[in-house]
Structure formats: structure tokens, C-alpha cells
């Protein structure tokens, strides 16, 4: 059984950053695509980046430029650094891991206000 547990996440002024991390339990880490997903209140969730096995990364046009998704294998965890946080990149962040099976973290709140 796989585990994911976000941290990081907080409140932040807009313009300011964050790091989030994404542990992962279980030995197939290294194999699979990881990616973080946001949903705010009333929205659907979407992608907001995604890391490759190989180190090939992905993101959503609202970030790019912004976040930068990465990964430390030996350690099982993926990161996000988000900067330039702006209040509509306030949502509830999650860590997915894309294997045979989908795993889900329990999300970790990222709030953008003055």
C-alpha cells in the first residue's frame, strides 16, 4: 500500500512563496509519474504540474514560469516550489502518484491573501 503525505503549505502574502513536499511510502517512487493537483472551493481539481520517472516535467499555463515540480528519489519525495503566488493559486494541493494504481495525498491548504 502507498502512502502520500503533503507538507508545506500555509498562508502566504500574494507575491510571496511556498515549498510544498509530498513523501511517498512503498518502493515504487522512483518508477512512476508524480504530480500535484489543486482544487479550490467550487472548482474541479486540476493539474498543476507533473514529474516524469526521468526528470521530464509538465505544467499548467497558469503556472509556468511560476512553479517548478521536482524530485529527489533517493528520499521518495517530490517538491513544488511556487512563487509569485497569486490569490487565485489559493486551493487545497494534493500529490498524486501514476502507477498500475492512482494514490492520492490528503492535500495540504495553500492560502494567497493580505
Known sequence: QVQLVESGGG?????????????ASGSIFS???MSWHRQAPGKER??????????????ADSVKGRFSISRDNAKNTI????????PEDAAVHYCRLTGVRVYWGQGTQVTVSS
Open 11 to 23: 498562508l502566504v502574502q500574494p507575491g510571496g512563496s511556498l515549498r510544498l513536499s509530498c513523501v
Open 31 to 33: 518508477r512512476n509519474v
Open 46 to 59: 486540476e493539474l498543476v504540474a507533473a514529474i516524469t520517472a526521468d526528470g521530464g516535467t509538465n505544467y
Open 79 to 86: 517538491y513544488l516550489q511556487m512563487n509569485s503566488l497569486k
